[in-house]
Nanobody
Framework: QVQLVESGGGLVQAGGSLRLSCAAS????????MGWFRQAPGKEREFVAA????????YYADSVKGRFTISRDNAKNTVYLQMSSLKPEDTAVYYC???????????????WGQGTQVTVSS
């Protein structure tokens, strides 16, 4: 398994930006597709964005498309989530996850991070 640690969360005003980072250690980072998920209070965890192992393909939840960008740096064993035009409804704990393929990441994950809180004030 790969160990994941998120960082970069915080409090931001609506319309602002944040960049989340997820640092990986352990197994070979480039062997995993990576994704971001979030969980708001009282709600189920939901998919946000994913990126393929070789940084070729990405896809996004409709709710964040055009506002969030996922990227990865395999040399630094890190995946990022650049969030712009933030809305109060983006408030949640954000988690990164690793999976063997981008094709299954929304339903099957090998590892999870501990999460980082993002709060967007109106």
């Amino acid at each position: 398994q790969v160990q994941l640690v998120e960082s970069g969360g915080g409090l931001v005003q609506a319309g602002g930006s944040l960049r989340l980072s997820c640092a990986a250690s352990g197994r070979t980072f480039s062997a995993y597709a990576m994704g971001w998920f979030r969980q708001a209070p009282g709600k189920e965890r939901e998919f946000v964005a994913a990126i393929s192992k070789a940084n070729i393909g990405t896809y996004y939840a409709d709710s964040v498309k055009g506002r969030f960008t996922i990227s990865r740096d395999n040399a630094k064993n890190t995946v990022y989530l650049q969030m712009s035009s933030l809305k109060p409804e983006d408030t949640a704990v954000y988690y990164c996850a690793a999976a063997p393929s981008i094709l299954v990441i929304t339903s099957s994950q090998d590892s999870w991070g501990q999460g980082t809180q993002v709060t967007v004030s109106s």
